[in-house]
């Protein structure tokens, strides 16, 4: 007689280990032959980058974990003089962790003599940001052809 209080085992597993971790003991989405969908898109041209956001929620560790690796293999492809853009138009909610990458991002493209430029935030990102005082510290812009114009036009 099976217990119903209890969830049933398979394989000595409980069955709630499917769903809350869909693959076995040491093994990554990287390593385990299946297919992920990206969080970023990414376009690139000649003088810019631009990494659109897919996901609405940036603030589990894995997920800021996954972007912030990607975006800092990216500023090591960047020249001097390019410009990184990141567009928030899908975000809807960040965590402390990821701006503290983002100001790292920041100061490495800084010092590398190329920029970062956010664009898009949504309401709720941006107060984040103001409320982190972190809309002084980064260049935000409206949109993303508003960030790839105030650079035309020599606002650095």
């Known amino acids: 007689m099976v217990n119903r209080a209890e969830p049933e085992r398979t394989l000595g597993l409980l069955q709630a280990d499917f769903v809350l971790n869909p ?3 040491g093994l990554d989405e990287r390593n385990s032959g299946m297919v992920s969908r990206s969080p970023l898109r990414i376009d ?3 003088q810019h980058v631009v990494v659109r ?7 589990e560790d894995t997920t800021v974990r996954s972007v912030t690796d990607q975006l800092l293999r990216l500023t090591e492809e960047i020249t001097a003089g390019s410009l990184l853009i990141l567009d928030f138009s899908e975000v809807h909610s960040v965590s402390s962790n990821l701006l503290g990458r983002l100001i790292l991002i920041h100061r490495r493209l800084e010092n590398a003599g190329s920029r970062l430029v956010l664009c ?3 309401e709720d990102v941006a107060a984040i940001f103001r409320g982190a005082s972190l809309d002084r510290f ?3 812009r409206h949109n993303r052809e508003e960030a790839l114009d105030s650079v035309l036009a020599g606002f650095w």
């Open 138 to 140: 980064f260049h935000i």
């Open 120 to 122: 898009d935030l949504t």
């Open 23 to 25: 693959l076995p003991l």
């Open 53 to 59: 956001f897919l996901d609405r929620q940036l603030f």
């Open 44 to 46: 690139r041209a000649k």
